[in-house]
């Protein structure tokens, strides 16, 4: 940890965002003015995206304009940048931008989860546990080998897991040992 924070020191340092004289630093104004922002924001989101390799983080820090912070190799290197746009955001956090048709269905826990680990480990499902989901989220769960993404609201304070492929996105909420898995789109964080 001390040796990643002497490099993030020595990154601003050379970008001239910080400077050290002796026992004072200081912060650049511009860049001080930009993180004051991020701890300013009405809600900020975050999305934890399933890859082949892993996984890698998106977050929407939403005021009047939205900053987004988007981790790259691993979350040892993370760029930030403006964006508006709502289908460059909903493709960032991998959803979809608008509602596409299906219907909730709810299912238990203990049903979804080796249906999930036998996809993870490229097991072929058996006709009964492909009843089990509605035919749109299989699809998709199957398209993405099981893997999920997951999503965090610090504005509602919850955690929720997401399949996505991009054109259809479904929530999976956990009450209790149901799951209630319906359709859901990047607009729906703002109904």
């Not at 040796?3 to 004289?21: E, F, Q, Y």
């Not at 998106?58 to 289908?87: I, M």
């Not at 049903?111 to 492909?130: M, R």
């Not at 991009?166 to 859901?184: K, S, Y």
Request: glycine share 8%; charged share 30%.
């Amino acid at each position: 940890m001390e040796c990643r924070l002497d490099s993030a020191t020595s990154g601003l340092i050379s970008k001239g965002l910080l400077a050290v004289d002796g026992n004072k630093d200081t912060v650049d104004e511009e860049f001080r003015k930009f993180l004051m922002g991020l701890t300013n924001v009405k809600r900020v989101i975050r999305c934890q995206r399933a890859t082949e390799g892993g996984a890698s983080t998106v977050s929407l820090f939403c005021h009047d304009e939205f900053t987004v912070q988007q981790s790259l190799y691993d979350n040892r290197v993370f760029k930030w940048f403006k964006e508006n746009g709502e289908e460059k955001l909903s493709k960032l956090i991998d959803m979809s931008s608008t509602k596409v048709n299906g219907k909730q269905f709810t299912l238990k826990e203990s049903q979804f989860e080796p249906v999930v680990d036998k996809l993870l480990a490229g097991i072929e499902l058996t006709e009964d546990e492909s009843d089990l989901f509605d035919p749109d989220f299989l699809r998709v769960l199957v398209a993405n080998k099981g893997k999920l993404n997951s999503l965090y609201d610090y504005h509602l304070g919850e955690q929720v897991m997401i399949g996505a492929n991009g054109e259809q996105t479904w929530f999976i909420e956990n009450n209790e040992d149901v799951l209630v898995v319906a359709p859901f789109s990047y607009g729906t964080l703002f109904e």
